[in-house]
């Protein structure tokens, strides 16, 4: 027996009737507002060659870690769902293989926002009408195909029908923008910038970081071999990426240590991270230091910094060594920002001038240190909840735990943050949801007028994500 | 004026009506089901002479140390309560005395998962129809008393009453299982098992450490004096602890560390432990490294492996010195995992046929390190909301900052990991309750739909402990 | 278009209407008791003196952190808002300019309970029909101001409006207490105690620290050449204090620490603290020791312990050089328990006859830590949600995460905390809405009866606090 797929139109919304219908109100004035995605991981190319994409497996399963880090979680070998083994493990090509295994396991996903996602997907994408599971598998994997090689199926009429104002891709300093210059060039209106995310340069355990500062060097002409050289070539490659419409920085270190050294230090530093003798600890001095060095050229050319922290990035180093980064096997550390920040805060976070836009995978940094820091330093804004967090417990839990001490205008709206391009509009729609049902709570709580409620739901939807990341 | 003692048909559901009526189906569905009971605390001796319990203040209060850790709080002195004090403070012999002492301060109770629990039983399972209170005290004494003393209220006829499906108990190496034995000779068909707790024989810090490696020599007639001819006799125990239907192996850790030394670092840890002048980092580095070779065991003889780590047993000096282990005194700390895991996990944690199933005091780590573990290694899966958390609100926050990122299949179901053998019911109640409530309002806010949860209330109460724990 | 400013009978109850009810019937039982405030920063000068109060921005905004925490955070310059830059930069004078900044950007409070206190304040004591908005700022400074020089509103007469039973204010041991004096001497009945504050003669980092205790010398005549003299010279200011009501002493600080030290070294670290030549790490463990010192003094004169660390105070070294302390660049800490207090505790944990009460901005320790503290130490109690927590979600979490290991009867009612006066009522209501609610929630899932629910709201209301206090 197979089960309809219906996407209710309360779904998320609180369950006590009051609350329910200031939602649904709520909701009704922001669910056609326009998606402004500032932060994610959609391939660039996608709309500047704006292919067919080829099927649901390579489409909706591959590039999803939150699916495979499930199946694999069960026992589900990723070779079996088509990931590709360096060591030399055959892997599925079947398409639709693929498929069935994740049909057969999609109750695995009972409760998490990936169900949801993927529903919607369904539901609203494609038009399926019934559950997934092994005996719609088939079924489903038809219809998808058969849409997919249609023109009304190409990234940028889906890109249109999603209603997506603007779309920021994240890049390395390193990449040439080719795809972005290739959309600027083809004339279509569709808005998609990128974002710097200099990790590959400013990080010395990255995977051929020296190498990758000799690239910068060719790519720039400058002369890296000294730190100031470095920080020219970093500018100067800032300036490049703004061209194709960059607002933003982004930054993804293992903690959020800072640091403001003294110019021999940093320069003393700067060569023992080149020679790759560095240890670990100063490799982390090194970040802490970027991230005050880039702070210091966003006060100058204007870019807007995202630090998300705390990730220990491929624990599993089987899988590292089989499959490569991205594969389910990142996991949060507690994560410490009052200490770390001092550094970088003592000398910029009084710039109301400066956007500093803080992530967290530890939940526990909310109201205790996130809060209370955005809160009070005119620099710094709070991101939604990210990764793990990016549900709808999480959601609430975010919310519940910011809002009373940093209030809503020192956070920036939502992020979808993702690779999977076909789930953004769901993705936004769970955080709008959530927002509006937030916002309904505190209404029916009498904590909050029906009217600022309404006014904070377009804010949230919209106006704060165009102001914090000067869209 | 004394009050009536109800235990409404409804509690613990959602307050919101839509939610409220699903629960109640869920429940519905579920309440009858078997009750298995994977990891515990009673004593096997009780099902092994089948003889009457003596009386209240011995059933009921005496190997409670929640109740006991809260009255003390309250500064009544456990010698008013029994308890007997080493250095010779005499002690309260007069059961009555014990128990009216406990009903003038159940009011200190209130809102706690023991006054839930007791009040069950004291409904349930002795009918009693007053609230607890000096008042009613003797009332109900005298009723329990009696009941005590009558045949229905033997072990064994209250573990069918129960409808117990299968207890486990808990214990050392070095026990002779000389209980399950009379057990298993008596012909009684109710299924009481052992599971191995080898913290006696593993922990260097552990009272009497040497000695009780010296007695598993004695048992196993193994060569103790090398690391490998240890690693023997633990072996040896284990087959013995599986003829006495143990599917599990239990570890009481302060921290969730692992280890994976060399041989020759192995050798010299132990015979360090066993001289006496180990440190506490490398007995802490040494019980890391016995997690790892338990787990090596367990692919050879399939037990499965529980870790509750993270506490700090008898902080309280004095009441160490005067009352000993379990008097209440124990306390959470904060614990780690991401990293401490990490040489188990690379060595083991890839391997679907090994299963580790994790436990915290730590609630913070549920959505930080937890969730995105078992959500990933298929080695890995959550034991349930343990001790100071196994309660209503402690059960809730549970599933809602697990279940987004690991699921519901990824853990294990309930544990009532009690001494308190009459409130097995009542806990496995609360717990029940609550997971049909968490679904019901996944259910209300449409994240799931009603004919999966009633499939997932099946698998939670169920299901999944019988697959986790290989029952 | 301005918007009527209401405060809905039932702000902050549960939404779902069940519990609403109850949580209705509780409040009206215990909403008329009188307020007692234990804890606070409110002073004593106002009392004294009866002189009316000058301004609502003098009165309102410049006192009150939470405010310009947000305002500054948004990017207003705190000279803006009257507050005076030492280092120069000219601050705003003119009180009506002050009150329109803050009505221009009092959207910026949404959803924090600075709005929720403000919006009583406005509604209760200065009876505003309308929001506070940019276009109402003036008609509401003139309201204020007109109703603030009359009789009606000097402190005295605003104290007994208010229904105080008791206001402490918190002093330092180098006060002399001129004010409580002159209160005494007045013949007023208003009952104002002060509290013992010694961080600044027990901190060796604080301010003038040397000099203060030579000051402590003169005011005691106590030899504080040594560490014995120089705790006599403490245990004098503390029988001073008594003098003037004080029931408890309080410490503000940067970690839990607890220390138990020989004589010996108690001595030499003393003699390193006076000489200015102590390392951060020592005079935290001076600090630690002087908690085990206090401790001591309790016993004998009898004064409760109060508890606040955890704070990293004045972060922000911009701020602090121009504008000094209790600015709003205050921020919390992770802070750990169960090994810093276990010197303490081994000393005199067990002894029901002292009362230590622990505060925390870390709320990941109420269900880790504190809750099993002190649900188990007959010495210790937990404070109420405390400063960032000090609103509707923070107290809901500490209920939530607290009550099910601790129960209520170790937790001490409800501080205020403030330095705002017209705030307090404001305060208390908030804090007995949500006490109400969440016993209410308890009662609608059949976990309390309505009875227990009722004598627990006068409880949590006024009889804990007076017990814990001693008042």
Known sequence: MTNPLNLHPDRLFPAAPAARDIARRLYN??????????????????????QNFSNPAELLIKPDHYVFRMLYSQGIRLESIGLKNKEGAPSETDARKIWQIFADHYYLFRGTPSQMWMDYVLHEVFGVTHQLCNQTANTIYDSINEQLATDAFKPRALFERFNIELLATTESPLDN??????????????????????????????????????????????????????????????????????????????????????????????????????????????????????????????????????????????????????????????????HNLKPLL???????????????????????????????????????????????????????????????????????????????????????????????ELVADHRLSENDAHELAVDLTYNLVKKAYKL
């Open 29 to 50: 004035d922001i669910k056609n507002l326009p998606i402004v995605s500032p932060h994610g991981h959609t391939d660039p190319q996608w709309f500047a060659a704006n």
């Open 346 to 440: 003592d000398k910029f976070g009084n710039n109301p001038d400066l956007t500093i836009i803080l992530f967290t995978l530890d939940e526990t940094s909310y109201s205790r240190e996130l809060a209370p820091l955005a809160g009070h330093y005119p620099a710094l804004k709070l991101g939604p909840a990210w990764w793990f967090h990016d549900s709808p417990e999480g959601m609430r839990r975010y919310r519940q735990q910011i809002t009373e001490t940093a209030g809503f205008y020192n956070t920036v709206g939502f992020n979808d943050d993702t690779r999977a391009f076909l789930s953004i509009p769901a993705r936004h729609d769970v955080a709008r949801r959530m927002d509006c049902g937030f916002l309904a």
């Open 177 to 338: 923008l080719a795809h972005h210059q290739t959309i600027l060039d083809s004339g279509w209106t569709g808005r998609v910038i990128t974002a710097f995310r200099p990790d590959p340069v400013v990080d010395p355990e990255f995977e051929g970081f020296s190498q990758n500062i000799d690239k910068l060097a060719e790519l720039t002409g400058e002369d890296v071999s000294t730190f100031n050289g470095y920080l020219k070539a970093l500018a100067n490659r800032r300036e490049y990426f703004k061209r194709y419409g960059a607002t933003s920085t982004d930054h993804g270190h293992p903690s959020a240590l800072t640091a403001d050294l003294s110019q021999s230090e940093k320069e003393n530093l700067y060569l023992l991270a080149r020679s790759g003798e560095i240890s670990a600890q100063e490799a982390e001095l090194f970040r802490g230091q970027m991230l005050t060095e880039m702070a210091a050229m966003s006060l100058d050319d204007g870019l807007v910094i995202q630090i998300h922290p705390g990730c220990y990035r491929n624990h599993n180093q089987q899988i590292f060594a089989q499959f490569g980064r991205d594969k389910g096997a990142d996991l949060p550390l507690a994560t410490e920002y009052v």
